[in-house]
């Protein structure tokens, strides 16, 4: 509910400065989850000794591809009867743009993993956990580094990118980032805690919702929504919100939650 919710109204927040192809697919990129923001953020829970729901794995699975359908689905109604590149974008049929939303590489893997530890249990766990958990928090500081040096390259994106009333101020999409990730995660830690989930749960769903796609998203874009400029919204993505959560957005949101919870 949430994954489809977020992006309706950060389209029409974001419609206002960008076209309504970038608009859309800023929509579809807030709207959908990080999975290494999430991974982070476990890590960051389990370095504290704080419990958390492994179910919130599948929830994390579950909110990579409504977004999308749901981003597309907006663009196409508010370009319906214009001249904003609808035609060229709607010859994607819609078979088509849901078997990219469910069944592209990042959601089959997730869901694939799922099925595997499922299947396998704890024992199974127990046997690969010299290969896969001992040597997690080193292969995630790799990513990371990796994660960052493409982030930077990527910044630089933004100096060119065009909106409605012409080239968009980089502070402008910036503010724009930061903005729609404390926004989201405030709507999701107002549920989190609504629903009275844990403090390790609650911190988990609200840097899902805090969280931008770069993976998922952009790969769907490409295909359903060429006119779309990824410079704008995998580089707001990746360069300015991916970061920001990291570095700030964990502990930020962590403290709060703890003050509510008291």
């Keep these: 509910l949430l994954a489809a919710i977020v992006p309706v109204y950060v389209f029409f927040i ?27 953020a ?39 009867g214009t001249d904003d590149d609808a035609t060229t974008d709607t010859e994607t049929g819609i078979s088509e743009l849901l078997r990219e939303a469910f069944l592209n590489g990042s959601v089959v893997l997730i ?7 499922w299947i396998n249990g704890e024992a199974g766990m127990k046997d690969l956990a010299p290969f896969v958990k001992s040597p997690f928090k080193g292969m995630l500081c790799i990513f990371l580094l990796d994660m960052g040096l493409v982030a930077a390259r990527r910044i630089r994106d933004l100096t060119t990118a065009s909106g409605t009333k012409g080239t968009i101020p980089l502070t402008s ?21 609504g629903a009275g989930l844990s403090e390790g749960d609650a911190l988990l769903l609200t840097m899902l919702g805090a969280s931008a796609s770069y993976i998922a998203v952009p790969a769907a874009m490409r295909l359903a929504l060429p006119s779309a400029n990824p410079g ?16 700030f957005g964990i502990p930020l949101f962590h403290a709060i939650i703890k003050v509510i919870s008291g």
């Design 111 to 117: 869901l694939g993993s799922l099925i595997i530890g």
């Design 232 to 247: 704008i919204y995998l580089t707001m993505a990746l360069a300015i919100t991916f970061p920001i959560n990291i570095v």
């Design 42 to 80: 476990t890590s960051y829970l389990d370095s504290l000794g704080i419990p958390w729901g492994g179910h919130f794995v599948a929830a994390m699975a579950l909110m990579e591809a409504p977004a999308i359908v749901v981003g597309l689905y907006l663009y196409r109604r508010v370009s319906a």
């Design 173 to 193: 999409m910036m503010i724009t980032a930061v903005g729609l990730a404390l926004l989201n995660g405030a709507v999701a830690l107002v549920l989190a805690t």
């Design 14 to 40: 974001v419609k206002r400065i960008f076209s309504t192809p970038d608009a859309a697919a800023i929509a579809a990129t807030y709207g959908s989850i990080s999975a290494v923001t999430f991974v982070t």
